[in-house]
């Protein structure tokens, strides 16, 4: 039987005390003025002090459509691909080309299986799918010629998220946070929700949220749009809150005695993060609490509760974007259509459209869509070409990176504005080619942030959220 002293075995246990400790904090008031672990009542700052340019964009909600939409239904029409409908996929496409589960069958053209319209004054064209959608097509710019690199979900998301394909790295919300900080006190600055509908939900790993290698407090915070939003967010039955404040307050400063003679910054982490956490006892059931929304802006989300649904999370977004939180991402999972497509692609935007369209209102409508940028995408797009051709009913499209859609609103971006284009058949991006870097480059670009000197030195050499590339793309930007 091994023996340890107090003072190790307090050592040692420290976080783990510290872990269990995290749900059942303070109340707001025993902690009134610890925003910091200096207990200066300030909210923390970023690294980009001052900015490098002037930032149109206070904050993110990115809104991903994990499992890659079709762009051939939604922002992209092809009048030659529904011309060649059926017949042989040429081979000058795809010689050579990555292709995930369609790889060495024989491929043939799919036209859009639906019909797309002009809208607006703007004249947008976008497909019958999104109604809604098509309803804002004014307020929101379409890049038709998105490009990525990873052809397989993880990897792809990991791609989207972090700009390289290699799990580990620091997540694009992380990388905001670190560089600009928070802008309020009592929620984190970087929080996920999660939800549902749709052909076989890929899992999202939390690594696509994770800081890597960045101090651990810009990671995001996953909230639950079902049941308690944060674990442990409650105070278990028997505890007061007097009782809670001795426990937090000795952990508090055994940690800081530990800070005074390591001088790790995870401590300091530490201590922060249990001051945060007794704040959002307070914060987190208020936000998560939409009962004092208006009757017209639930129907316009047509949200019913908190259902775990893709409407009540954009309702939260708009929420936690008044109350300062610095990015705000969406998953919605359901998009993987290889089967079934005509099927699902009704499910998955019956899911999303309404709830999006009513978020950049919503925005708009409170003052907020000119500072808040917004982004619809997934991780990449559909092939031109069909798959499971030989059952007519369970039709689909396999992944695709060359050539996809998205789209941004607010934030200093054009509206009304359509940018770039594929082929002929919607395979390659020809015209205005986005990369994925270049998406990462102008996000921070609207922030105020030279994605060139947002970087982190680990393990000798100075990382960023854009790699080695990336060029802001000037012509969508006001």
Not at 41 to 68: D, E, N, S, T
Not at 145 to 152: A, P
Not at 314 to 343: I, K
Not at 416 to 432: F, I, K, P, R
């Amino acid at each position: 039987m091994s023996h340890e002293s107090r003072r190790t075995f307090l050592r040692n246990t420290s976080l783990g005390m510290g872990s269990l400790a995290l749900g059942e904090l303070l109340a707001r008031d025993a902690v009134a003025g610890a925003a910091s672990p200096s207990g200066d009542g300030q909210v923390a700052k970023g690294v980009v002090q001052p900015l490098h340019y002037p930032a149109k964009a206070k904050r993110v909600i990115f809104l991903c459509m994990a499992g890659g939409p079709s762009h051939l239904e939604t922002f992209d029409p092809k009048p030659e691909l529904a011309k060649m409908d059926g017949q042989a996929m040429p081979e000058s496409f795809t010689a050579g080309q990555p292709i995930a589960q369609l790889q060495g069958k024989e491929l043939s053209c799919w036209g859009p299986q639906t019909k797309f319209k002009a809208h607006g004054k703007s004249g947008q064209v976008i497909s019958d799918y999104l109604p809604h959608i098509a309803g804002i097509a004014d307020d929101i710019c379409i890049v038709r010629s998105m490009k990525t690199e990873q052809i397989n979900h993880d990897p792809a998301h990991t791609f989207m998220n972090t700009g390289t394909q290699i799990s580990g790295r620091p997540s694009m919300g992380a990388w905001v946070n670190y560089g600009l900080g928070s802008e309020c006190d009592d929620l984190p600055g970087f929080v996920v929700m999660v939800s549902r509908a749709g052909r076989n939900p890929q899992p999202i790993a939390s690594r696509q949220w994770h800081s890597g290698f960045l101090p651990s407090k810009y990671q995001g915070v996953l909230f639950h749009s079902t049941g308690e939003p944060v674990h442990y967010v409650s105070n278990p039955a028997g505890v007061s809150h007097s009782r809670q404040q001795d426990v937090v307050n000795t952990i508090r400063e055994l940690d800081r005695m530990r800070e005074s003679a390591v001088h790790n910054p995870e401590i300091s982490t530490r201590i922060s993060q249990y001051e945060l956490a007794a704040r959002m006892q307070m914060s987190v059931p208020e936000l998560t609490d939409i009962s004092d929304e208006p009757q017209h802006v639930l129907d316009s989300y047509g949200v019913k509760g908190a259902d775990g649904s893709f409407a009540y999370n954009c309702l939260v977004a708009r929420r936690l974007a008044e109350r300062g939180v610095r990015f705000v991402h969406l998953y919605h999972r359901g998009w993987d259509h290889h089967g079934g497509l005509r099927h699902y692609m009704d499910v998955c935007c019956k899911a999303t459209d309404q709830p999006t369209a009513a978020l950049i209102r919503d925005l708009k409508q409170r003052g907020l869509l000119e500072d808040t940028l917004v982004v619809w995408g997934g991780e990449f797009g559909r092939t031109p070409m069909a798959q499971n051709k030989g059952d007519s009913a369970n039709l689909g499209r396999d992944h695709h990176i060359k050539g996809f859609s998205m789209f941004l609103a607010g934030g200093g971006i054009k509206p009304g504005v359509s940018y770039g284009n594929t082929d002929e058949l919607g395979y390659n991006a020809v015209e205005n080619v986005v990369h994925v870097h270049d998406l990462h480059a102008t996000m921070l670009q609207r922030l105020g942030i030279n994605h060139k000197k947002l970087t982190y030195r680990y393990q000798g050499r100075d990382f960023r959220l854009t790699d080695v590339a990336g060029h802001v793309v000037q012509d969508i930007i006001v």
